[in-house]
């Protein structure tokens, strides 16, 4: 007998009480950004920012783990695809920010400054669109190996 068979008949679980798993994927990427915020001045922005205020801008090897947390399916054993989760993340994430100048050569950061904040929010938002509205998902996004940032928090 399949062990999946006929799954929706035989499982122990009721639709709304399946078993939660998170499932993560982690993906590296390196982009060089800027921060700055134009409405201060030079003074205030080297103040605040510091050597990320570099006007000749600055790199980072990000390392980014995304999960996934969900009802595992009856039929397939799985929260999501794993294979999917990874085309997800090069389609979405990596081909439009990897060896980038976050400032200059992507859409979303012309106007939003690039903090570690910031990129993981908009990473959220990107990926949030192309998953199953079922699934919840969270970002955690390591700008150097001591810092990183999670959204959303909690």
Known sequence: MKPFADAAEHTPFAADSRPRVAVFRKEHFNAAHRLNNPNWSD???ERVYGKCNNYNYHGHNYDLILQVTGPVDPETGYVIDMKVLSDISKTFVLD???????NLDTEEFKDLNPSAENIAIVIYQILREQLDPSLDLKIRLYETERNFVEYPAA
């Open 96 to 102: 439009r920010f990897d060896h980038k100048n976050l």
């Open 43 to 45: 003074e205030k922005n």
